[in-house]
Nanobody
Framework: QVQLVESGGGLVQAGGSLRLSCAAS????????MGWYRQAPGKQRELVAA???????NYADSVKGRFTISRDNAKNTVYLQMNSLKPEDTAVYYC?????????????????WGQGTQVTVSS
């Protein structure tokens, strides 16, 4: 009922920048929290950054000062601006929408994930 489509990943040199986008579509009434997670080979998926509908943000310590999360509630879209990228930022980045209320089921809340986009930072 809801799809998250990510874009913007790719290969970049250390010190470079990338901007990820994730658009949620479907029978969406509202989304509470939208966020980005990442998973590197052999590691667990970890939170990178999250933003509430009201604009409150949360960042992993490893990305503070380098990454900025933002969202457009009207478009159900979340962005992740990544600057000063490091090789250790290399991972598959996943978009998450949490606390999703559907127009067809207003009493329930759902959680959705995108398919992931690869970010590779070369040294």
């Amino acid at each position: 009922q809801v799809q998250l489509v990510e874009s913007g990943g790719g290969l970049v040199q250390a010190g470079g920048s990338l901007r990820l986008s994730c658009a949620a579509s479907g029978r969406i009434f509202s989304i509470n929290v939208m966020g980005w997670y990442r998973q590197a080979p052999g590691k667990q998926r970890e939170l990178v950054a999250a933003i509430t509908r009201g604009g409150s943000t949360n960042y992993a310590d490893s990305v503070k000062g380098r990454f900025t999360i933002s969202r457009d509630n009207a478009k159900n879209t979340v962005y992740l601006q990544m600057n000063s990228l490091k090789p250790e930022d290399t991972a598959v980045y996943y978009c998450n929408a949490d606390g999703v209320i559907l127009t067809t089921a207003p009493r329930a809340k759902y959680d959705y994930w995108g398919q992931g986009t690869q970010v590779t930072v070369s040294s």
